[in-house]
């Protein structure tokens, strides 16, 4: 198992820009996709963006798509999300999660390791 720390969250206002960042600890050698999702009040969790930790392929969801940017330290066992823009339909508990198989995948079951969230919130 691996343990997943996210911190960056806070309060901004829209066109503001945060990065939140994930450390993993524990058997770090055992994930190879790391993904960020976040949910909204009376929202199911939502795919945001994921990165394979080798070759660094990349995914996003629709509504962050040349506003977010995911990378990664292999080195620091750390990702990252860097979000500009931002909206306040930005607002939500962001999540960092792992996964096995190094494959791109945007459903919340394919990750078996999760944080604790942080949260942003974006003001108009």
């Known amino acids: 198992q691996v343990q997943l720390v996210e911190s960056g969250g806070g309060l901004v206002q829209a066109g503001d820009s945060l990065r939140l960042s994930c450390a993993a600890s524990g058997r770090t050698f055992a994930y190879n996709t790391m993904g960020w999702f976040r949910q909204a009040p009376g929202k199911e969790r939502e795919f945001v963006a994921a990165?394979?930790?080798?070759?660094?392929?990349?995914n996003y969801g629709d509504s962050v798509k040349g506003r977010f940017t995911i990378s990664r330290d292999n080195a620091k066992n750390t990702w990252y999300l860097q979000m500009n823009s931002l909206k306040p339909e930005d607002t939500a508990i962001y999540y960092c999660?792992?996964?096995?198989?190094?494959?791109?995948?945007?459903?919340?079951?394919?990750?078996?390791?999760w944080g604790q969230g942080t949260q942003v919130t974006v003001s108009s």
């Open positions: 990165i394979t930790r080798i070759s660094g392929v990349t």
């Open positions: 999660a792992a996964r096995v198989l190094a494959l791109i995948s945007t459903r919340v079951a394919d990750f078996g390791s």
